[in-house]
């Protein structure tokens, strides 16, 4: 084989590398910047702190996250019970 084809092959070669490499390059910069459009998901707790005194208020479900006294699916009705009621239940 001529010198010169051998030449222009490699150079063909490193071109089609180079070509590969910048759409790997392209690539991986899409996923960067896919991860970053990542939203953090809130705490299962923000939903119930930010309520105000309301009659009930809908369970956080039972994900592992969410701590034990809280894990209910559906409405769990407020019941309010006035301090000397309260006393007198614990007696």
Do not use: N
């Amino acid at each position: 084989m001529p010198l010169w084809v051998r030449r222009m092959a490699v150079k063909y070669k490193r071109a089609i590398a180079e070509q590969r490499k910048q759409a790997d390059d392209m690539k991986e910069a899409e996923l960067r910047q896919q991860a970053r459009k990542v939203v953090r998901t809130p705490h299962p707790l923000t939903h119930l702190l930010a309520q105000k005194r309301s009659e009930f208020f809908i369970g956080l479900g039972a994900d592992p996250s969410v701590p034990l006294v809280l894990q209910h699916e559906g409405k769990v009705y407020a019941r309010w019970v006035h301090t000397p009621q309260g006393q007198d239940a614990l007696r």
